[in-house]
């Protein structure tokens, strides 16, 4: 039972993303685009983008942990706040695209 409820769950949220994103488009004043388009935009960016600054963001946190010997407090606060600021200028660059 709990699987197909985290399914529903997945494809609700995925869905309100898709939403979303289509009416910040519309605020910004972003050209009209299928649905299907604005899904495969946001599709790519939860799974390719995403993934690829987890993978930078970890590597950054692993260097200055182990590479420069700072804290692992520091090395982790530094590494998210990468992470947080690039995923959150990557999506902004796509609402205005």
Do not use: N
């Not at 910040?24 to 960016?45: C, I, L, N, P, W």
């Not at 993934?51 to 182990?66: H, P």
């Not at 090395?75 to 902004?92: D, E, F, K, P, S």
């Amino acid at each position: 039972m709990s699987l197909v409820t985290d399914l529903l769950s997945g494809i609700a949220e995925f869905a309100a993303d898709v939403f979303v994103f289509r009416r910040q488009r519309e605020k910004h004043g972003g050209g009209t685009r299928s649905v299907g388009d604005d899904a495969a935009v946001v599709a790519r960016f939860d799974f390719v983008t995403m993934l690829w600054i987890a993978l930078v963001s970890t590597g950054v946190t692993l260097v200055l942990i182990f590479a420069v010997g700072l804290p692992a407090a520091w090395g982790l606060g530094i590494g998210i706040a990468l992470g947080v600021v690039w995923a959150c200028w990557r999506y902004a660059q796509l609402v205005r695209e």
